[in-house]
């Protein structure tokens, strides 16, 4: 993800935030801050996009931390969306294959709500597995 792609991403982001796929709305002020950590330098979050032919199909943020709970590094898929028309051409599975490669040894996690069927079914294929406990924020 580059500057230039900030607002292509900026209308992607909200058409995630505003779906079913997502519980909060999410606002212009945390998608800017959210893109400018991306194309910045912050080492907390890494930004994505997914390009054929000079088209941005969709985007990807990655959040980094560590696992006390499962003792390793861990990356946090925060955002991951896809233009509905390129959905099913493999470009979720193929970003999971690019992130485990680019990161072994970490610890995966995402959120999904239950209801995203295709994409749970997604995740699950590319080994996820559920956790059984809920999330909590202040």
Not at 23 to 35: P, Q, R
Not at 94 to 121: C, G, Q, S
Request: net charge negative; aromatic share 14%; hydrophobic share 40%.
């Amino acid at each position: 993800m580059t500057a230039e792609d900030k607002p292509i991403v900026m209308d992607m982001m909200r058409a995630f935030y505003s779906s079913p796929a997502v519980l909060s709305n999410g606002s212009t002020e945390i998608f800017n801050a959210d893109i400018d950590a991306c194309v910045g330098d912050s080492p907390y979050l890494e930004g994505y996009i997914f390009e054929e032919s000079g088209k941005i199909l969709g985007y990807a943020m990655l959040a980094k931390s560590f696992s006390t709970e499962f003792g390793q590094p861990c990356i946090w898929i925060e955002d991951l969306y896809i233009l509905s028309e390129f959905r099913g051409l493999g470009i979720g599975s193929n970003f999971f294959k690019f992130i485990e490669e680019k990161y072994p040894n970490h610890l995966f996690r995402l959120e999904v709500e239950e209801e995203n069927e295709r994409a749970v079914k997604v995740y699950k294929k590319c080994g996820f597995e559920v956790l059984p406990y809920m999330e909590m924020k202040k």
